[in-house]
């Protein structure tokens, strides 16, 4: 089964996790030859400071990304404290609170934010006044701590992996390693996946964005909807990335098993944009996502048109290597209904998947249960996994 993230609040619309409210201050006019910034002047092109990946600040207004970037640079380049405000062009409380989300969305590292913030006008001034959940110094000892986690995780890869095995290790990593929990505290979010091992969907997203950056790939994400295996939609967070020039759509949280002991599902791993409407719904990107190359299943020869012998005896040499390596997990991808009726039918159902792991067992010399297995299905993408332990 899939695992949805909790509405974080309810004082925004919808998918938003952020707002600001608005609290204006008018103290009399200032002086032209006052120093106050001249926004007028300053480029709205992004900086340096933050994610190099920023898909939600491509999406704001000139005046938004000059106080993004301001905002930005609060955090990355202060030293000693935080600021009490930093000053923004003049803004409405909506348009800060757009740049106040594509800020926290955009900037997985950046942990120190509460989920709501002011916007403060003085004069001809606007203010952007946060809610810190931390201390200076703590914000900067867990980013550090969780930067030196991150590199432990990146040093596990070896050199010569590929964009694709760089992705599959980093998804496979967090799917295993981090707990889902919808109920938890939801500040900190990358850091509760990297450090302490649980999150909601919103940290596994920033989490699997931020280390993918981290290992060279470019990865966004990206706010919606979802729909569980009820029909409800509920807020979701889930990333985009880019994998030999294409784009796909990736999922880590809904490709966490429910279960304790449960195997790491690549159902959602590099969809396209058909695939992903499947069940994820209410999102814009501004990149073609329609090449299945790097799909998981295309990717490792897991996809079949049929169900004939010749395809079993395909399945049998892709459960011989996964059990080579340890593993006693296998998924299957159909490219119709009919193929894939009729495999889990004779394998699941039928009870073949005891003599497979017989006959794996007997060609490959590997030590698969042949009297205890389990599978589940997913129909709406023709595919199932058999676990043989």
């Given amino acids: 089964m899939k695992k949805l993230c909790k509405i974080l609040i309810s004082i925004f619309a919808v998918v938003s996790l952020c707002s600001c409210s608005e609290a204006t201050t008018m103290i009399g006019n200032i002086m032209e030859n006052e120093n106050y910034v001249k926004w007028e002047s300053i480029s709205a092109e992004p900086t ?41 062009p003049y803004m409405s409380a909506d348009d800060l609170s757009a740049v106040f989300e594509a800020v926290v969305y955009d900037n997985p590292d950046i942990i120190c934010y509460g989920r709501d913030c002011s916007i403060v006008t003085d004069g001809k001034r606007c203010y952007f006044e946060p809610k810190y959940t931390m201390s200076f110094n703590e914000f900067k000892q867990k980013r550090e701590y969780m930067e030196s986690l991150a590199d432990e995780i990146i040093a596990q890869m070896n050199t010569s992996y590929s964009e694709f095995d760089r992705e599959l290790f980093i998804h496979d990593y967090i799917v295993k390693n981090c707990r889902y929990d919808r109920d938890g505290d939801f500040n900190n979010l990358t850091y509760s996946c990297i450090a302490d091992n649980f999150a909601s969907c919103e940290g596994y997203a920033k989490a699997t964005k931020y280390l993918l950056e981290k290992a060279g790939i470019e990865c966004y994400t990206i706010v919606g909807d979802a729909t569980d295996s009820g029909r409800e939609p509920e807020s979701h967070m889930w990333n985009l990335v880019n994998i030999g020039g294409s ?91 009919d193929a894939y009726s009729s495999a889990l039918y004779d394998l699941a159902k039928k009870g073949r998947a005891y003599t497979l792991a017989k006959t794996v067992n007997f060609r490959y010399g590997t030590k698969l249960k042949s009297n205890d297995i389990s599978y589940s299905q997913e129909e709406g993408f023709f595919i199932f996994s058999l676990m043989f332990k």
């Fill in 48 to 88: 340096e400071n933050g994610s190099r990946y920023k898909n939600y600040f491509e999406k704001l207004g000139d005046d938004q990304k000059k106080g993004y970037n301001s905002i930005l640079k609060s955090i990355y380049e202060s030293e000693d404290s935080f600021p009490e405000r930093v000053e923004v």
């Fill in 247 to 337: 784009y796909y759509y990736l999922d880590t949280t809904w490709d966490d098993p429910n279960t304790s002991g449960g195997e790491v599902s690549h159902m959602y791993f590099n969809l396209s944009e058909q695939e992903i409407r499947t069940d994820h719904s209410n999102f814009t990107v501004y990149f073609e996502c329609t090449d299945d190359q790097y799909n998981y299943f295309n990717a490792t020869d897991s996809v079949f048109e049929t169900y004939k012998w010749k395809d079993y005896e395909r399945i049998v040499a892709l459960l011989g290597a996964e059990a080579k390596k340890g593993n006693e997990f296998i998924e299957l991808k159909f490219t119709n209904e």
